[in-house]
């Protein structure tokens, strides 16, 4: 099954360019709410001191104004991602005052849904797009469930690499295309795989009751305020988190055949009325409740754990970019904000992270039959729910196997890549974190997940007390911290630009949000 695996890495290793594969490029996006002195999300607006959510380039916010969404570059090493991570928060908690920002993927929202307030992009037409969009998710699928942060993990290999690896794979396409065929190969391996990231890296065991907002739910009592699951590793990437069961009820699912069927099948879906979402309405008593009432309002309105990516350009639609362009890069998107560290993730777990995609990369990767979907997303589910049951079973080409079993299968296979990994940057982290994960798979116990229960149950108290806990700890530490003069510098200056670029942007609109819309949906 591994055979391609083993014969390209030797290739790769035997063409003495293996080195093009320490020049990677990796980003991070890290969403976290802010919240109030006691524990409820913040009313309070974006800071205007952190500049303009809608132009700046590593600060904005996401569904809610309370939501911050940290940004890094594409950087050339992991540490130097976390760098700009640990700086950039220390920066955004330097302008807070006593705010906090909440420790854990999953929220409390103690004061209900409604409380929850919509991010604001300004009054340009492209500003009030992003946040009728974000009315339009309110509508669908409730304010609480956009309000789950998580971690995104950006990935893309060197120029250099494709030149090797289009010669090793003696393809005479171009290069573009190769590119983007390899990225979708990438992308169909990370979903197979995919169930691997929340079983290792899933925290969020529990939930606060007031998430589930009166609403039955299927899950255990922990205490008088907490719900959980005794096995669950990650409840945010089960079926209590945002999914895209409307998508599914419709009948269309991104396709991940190709770059082109996968460009057609999110079209479709931004091109298809639902009816339960033209009851909603789109403009009621002259304001928009949301920007459509079709099967998706825009591309990133299908949730799903990995994306292939281009960078937009002006107001691109991503199909657009991706279309013209191909993809650039991959984003992983099924990472917990993990509480056990102030940035919200490890250096281990993004040395795992870089040995689990460029394991997708190379692994051959089969075009996905219709119940090898439905197995990837009944795998996910069970590993959030149950994943460290000892002798969980998922599925696997219709035959059930072992998730250990099947791990330490997987973990075998990525060592090679490891092992490269090690060779070409002149180190020995990629082996170390995956003996570190590898620890976790012959140990449950030893998973975010289940050291959070351990944590919660030791400290005798709920998750809404835990995350509280953890918070104010993460906050001690930014406190502490200083940065230097120049990343001072270039935070704040990306601040004060990005509010002229903001006042710029609504200077220069000629046309009516109406017209403006039109003209968006008419591309490609």
């Not at 406190?479 to 935070?491: G, N, T, V, Y």
């Amino acid at each position: 099954m591994y055979k391609s695996l083993n014969q390209r890495l030797k290739r790769i290793i035997d063409s003495g360019q293996a080195s093009c594969l320490s020049e990677s490029l990796i980003g991070l996006e890290k969403e976290s709410l802010r919240v109030a002195e006691g524990g409820g999300i913040s009313r309070l607006p974006h800071p205007e001191s952190l500049g303009s959510a809608l132009t700046n380039t590593y600060i904005t916010t996401d569904f809610s104004e309370a939501l911050i969404e940290f940004i890094t570059p594409p950087c050339t090493s992991i540490k130097e991602a976390l760098d700009f991570l640990d700086d950039l928060q220390t920066f955004v908690y330097s302008k807070l005052g006593a705010e906090t920002l909440w420790a854990t993927s999953m929220p409390c929202v103690v004061e209900g849904g409604e409380s929850i307030p919509i991010a604001d992009y300004g009054r340009s037409n492209v500003g009030l797009m992003k946040t009728v969009y974000r009315r339009g998710l309110g509508y669908r699928y409730g304010r609480t469930m956009q309000v789950i942060a998580g971690v995104h993990f950006n990935y893309s290999v060197s120029e250099s690499f494709w030149d090797l690896y289009q010669q090793v794979e003696t393809n005479t396409d171009s290069k573009q295309d190769f590119i983007s065929q390899q990225y979708m190969g990438l992308v169909r391996n990370a979903m197979r795989f995919g169930w691997m990231i929340p079983y290792l890296f899933g925290a969020s065991p529990g939930v606060c009751k007031s998430f589930l907002n009166g609403k039955p739910t299927m899950l255990k009592e922990y205490n008088e305020n907490t719900v959980y699951e005794p096995y669950a590793t990650s409840l945010r990437m089960g079926d209590i988190g945002y999914t895209n069961n409307q998508e599914d009820m419709a009948g269309i699912k991104a396709n991940y055949d190709s770059l082109d069927a996968y460009v057609k099948s999110l079209q479709c879906a931004i091109e298809t009325p639902f009816a339960a979402y033209e009851d909603i309405g789109v403009k009621v008593d002259g304001e928009y409740r949301q920007l459509n009432a079709n099967i998706l309002q825009i591309e990133n309105e299908y949730y799903s754990t990995v994306r292939p990516k281009q960078i937009t350009q002006g107001n691109e639609k991503p199909t657009t970019a991706l279309s013209k362009r191909g993809v650039a890069y991959v984003e992983i998107r099924s990472l917990d904000v993990n509480a056990f560290d102030p940035h919200g993730v490890n250096e281990q777990q993004l040395y795992f992270m870089e040995i689990f995609v460029l394991f997708c990369l190379l692994q051959d990767s089969p075009v996905l039959s219709k119940s090898e979907a439905t197995e990837i997303d009944m795998n996910l589910i069970h590993v959030a729910h149950t994943g460290r049951q000892s002798d969980l079973k998922l599925t696997r080409c219709d035959k059930e196997v072992v998730l250990k079993n099947w791990a330490i299968e997987l973990f075998d296979q990525m060592q090679g890549v490891a092992d490269v990994l090690d060779q070409v940057n002149d180190c020995t982290a990629y082996t170390d974190s995956l003996n570190v994960q590898r620890a976790c798979i012959n140990n449950p116990d030893k998973t975010p997940s289940a050291r959070m229960l351990a944590d919660m149950t030791s400290h005798h108290e709920g998750f809404f007390h835990y995350a509280k806990r953890m918070s104010s700890q993460h906050y001690e530490h930014f406190k502490s911290r200083k940065i230097s003069r120049e990343r001072q510098h270039l935070f704040e200056q990306a601040a004060v630009q990005s509010l002229q670029k903001q006042y710029e942007i609504e200077s220069s609109d000629t046309i009516n949000f109406d017209e403006f819309l039109q003209q968006y949906f008419s591309q490609g």
